[in-house]
């Protein structure tokens, strides 16, 4: 028997598609759930910024597709594609990446085979409060469990720079210029030397300090049940620390990057300086615009409701959930970016998987009422 959908996720994106893969995967039936998005496609968004970048690998390792549950997986996919066991050894030392190609077909038979298209709603809702039975979402109705993946609040650019007709955002569509200076030091800029320097510019980076090299954008550790709940165990200030240095710029070791560099370096063609100095055309690789205060959604939330914050981050429960209005009876998640206080890596698809299987539990409580 069809019932009416007590179950929303607020968010059309990859962790939107993440979440409601999982909900399917535990039994929830598409008419039981709401999805609101303004873009049908939930992966146009991250298309188009690898494009943007000429991304060809996925940062992320084993867990990092779609799925509910992390086996089988892409490597599975591969191997049997390629008829080999490497991606599934790769796989088992958390060293196999699929290409961006791979991933974007992978997410995409997720989305057909899913129900997606029979429970999206195109709508994009601005505002979420707390009712009795639940939660409003503008004018869409109340529902009891609700997880908003809003994704990123909005690309990053030194205020100094906005307006400024060199510049352009390394994840909006460009070209490259015969001299070309990089802001930033993390993986879209790293990855902005390396296609500069291919079509043959003179390449200059910029950059506040200088990037770690570590395979993961957070530590590998806080991926385990033991760091995360060490994590979790922290106190606020000591939380807002570690959540900043898991903000600072970083990129993968390996020849892949080095040697390119070094080659460039030998020839002139790319050196570290300070300033822009003139530069014809200038990428800012900067990142996204951290906080809730740039998402409206957020915002408003965070003010009608009086929430509790920390230095821009929401403050959660372990898993997920924002404590002052969850209970027994209604549910509000936040995956994304927006969840980093309850797992440090929540923008990556193993982090939306956490939100998602968190709110998966909650909402089978309703489910088998």
């Known amino acids: 028997m069809n019932r009416a959908p007590s179950c929303a996720i607020v968010g059309g994106g990859l962790g939107g598609l993440v979440a409601y893969t999982t909900l399917r995967h535990g039994g929830i039936q598409p008419d039981e759930i709401a999805v609101f998005g303004s873009d049908p496609d939930p992966v146009s968004t991250f298309r188009a910024r690898t494009a943007a970048i000429r991304q060809r690998w996925m940062r992320s390792e084993s867990d990092g597709h779609c799925l509910a549950t992390s086996f089988p997986g892409l490597a599975v996919q591969a191997a049997l594609r390629q008829r080999s066991a490497k991606p599934l050894l790769a796989s088992v030392c958390d ?14 038979e997720v989305r057909a085979r899913s129900g997606w298209d029979e429970s999206l709603h195109r709508a994009r809702v601005t505002r979420v409060r707390a009712v009795d039975g639940g939660f409003s ?23 100094e720079l906005e307006g400024d007709p060199r510049v352009v955002h390394a994840y909006q569509s460009h070209d490259y ?20 320097l291919a079509a043959g510019a003179r390449v200059a980076s910029v950059r506040r300090r200088e990037p770690m090299r570590r395979p993961l954008n957070v530590e590998r550790h806080y991926f385990t049940r033991r760091g995360l709940a060490r994590f979790h165990r922290t106190a606020k200030e000591e939380r807002v620390a570690l959540l900043h240095r898991f903000l600072a710029p970083s990129y993968p070791p390996g020849r892949d990057w080095d040697e390119p560099l070094a080659r460039a370096t030998a020839e002139g063609r790319f ?27 957020l915002e408003l939330l965070v003010e009608e409701h009086g929430l509790e914050t920390a230095d821009g981050w929401i403050v959660l429960a372990p898993d997920a959930t924002v404590l002052d209005l969850t209970d027994e009876d209604r549910t509000l998640s936040l995956a994304g970016a927006a969840g980093q206080w309850a797992y440090p890596a929540a923008d990556t698809l193993v982090g939306m ?10 909402v089978s409580r309703w489910h088998t009422r």
């Not at 004018?139 to 809003?150: D, I, N, Q, R, W």
């Not at 990855?191 to 500069?196: H, I, M, Q, R, V």
Request: hydrophobic fraction near 45%; glycine fraction near 12%.
């Open 95 to 108: 060293r196999y990446h699929p290409t961006v190609e791979e991933f974007l077909s992978h997410a995409e």
């Open 137 to 159: 979402l503008d004018g869409f109705g109340v529902y009891a469990h609700v997880l908003l993946a809003p994704g990123h609040a909005g690309l990053a650019l030194p205020a």
């Open 177 to 196: 210029g015969d001299d070309v200076v990089v802001i930033g030091a993390g993986m879209a800029a790293a990855t902005e030397w390396l296609n500069a």
């Open 271 to 297: 050196r570290v300086k300070r300033g822009l100095n003139g530069a014809e055309q200038v990428i800012c690789a900067t990142g996204f615009r951290r906080g809730y205060a740039h998402d409206a959604l």
């Open 353 to 362: 998987k956490y939100a998602a299987r968190c709110f998966l539990k909650r």
